[in-house]
């Protein structure tokens, strides 16, 4: 089997090309132009490899290779195209040029599956534009049902219903969630956001469980006025209150004694939002991750707490609602077997690994076994600019999910 890595990285930058960021830096916002170019793109590249093309109403779009026996369950692979804004071209992409080179590779060198091969790309895996991660596998593991049609809101108030009507995805939410049993197996190639691999030299890593994430939103109502005419004992600041929530997100997190316990507030709207006026409103989002699930509800309900008591000191008015609080998920051991299998006999090194990103896996793992392989990146370095994994690893990692969809697609 050949892995065609010229292709897969002339793919890559095809599918960069499609951007509405400002160079260096990608973004590409779920049913914005550019996302919507680069489906039109990648659903050609599918019909020309000769898969059968489908799509659900929230957009996640399904490509398929039918098997001999096309009765039996499927074996799924694929990931995101969506993009934070200013970041890089590997994150999500790898796992979907990846399962659609590693299909090419099995088409010529003549394999023949048993199980249909499904390449997944789903929709809004980042959570720009809804606030929420992972829509798509989340509706497909029946996570949300079509009340988010109204529900879910972008930043200037069109609902999610007007936003997939307008990007041509139509019918009702109920009928995203896919049949028990549908998936055999879900197979997710993706670079690693993280530095272990390319520390110890490795090819690739075999992910065992994913971390549980969440999200709070944060509200902060205080009084605004003129910066000059309202003097310092007589504010309500809504900023100084939130900076010292913020503070305190950070201190509960350390506070864990765990290097797996993070917290990060990396959104925050001040309102009005001019230099010369008190901030009377302040909304900002908290990500909050931990390995063990139960310590990190430990810490959503810590900052939660701090919140009302910044809140009561300093007279303000906050709201904190949680936007998603996701269990861990494990993966399936058999196809952590056939991963390992798969990189020995591409003689290739490998460790097993967790995944501190979360991924359209965690939510399949509902509904399927699932597996990961992870690839290394520069440094570490994601949702960045200058996010990079070498040519080298982009083949190693399509070779062995390849070889991982082959043996599954054969299994009983
Ligand atoms: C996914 O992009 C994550 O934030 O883990
Ligand atoms: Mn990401
Ligand atoms: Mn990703």
Redesign the pocket.
Known sequence: MHIDRDRFISDLETLASFTDGTPPGISRLVFAEADQQARVWLKSQCRDAGLSVREDAVGNMFARWTGTQPQLAAIGTGSHIDA?PHSGRF??TVGVLGGLEAIRALQQSGFAPQRSIELLLFTA???TRFGL?CLGSRMLSGGLDSAADTHLKDSEGRTLAQLRAAAGFHGSLDQVRLKDGYYAAFVELHIE?GPLLEKKGLAVGIVTSIAA?AALRITVEGEGGHAGGVLMHDRKDAFCGAAEMVLAAEERALATGSVDTCATVGKCHIFPGAANSIPSRVEMEV?I?DTDEQRRNGVLREIEQACARVAAERDLQVRVTRINADAPATCSPRIIEAMVKAAEENELTYRTMVS????DSLFMARIAPVGMVFIPCRGGVS?RPDEYSAPQALEDGAKVLASTLARLSREN
């Open positions: 934070i994150d999500g895996e980042e959570p991660g956001q994430p990500d991750r501190r990103a979360y991924h949702h």
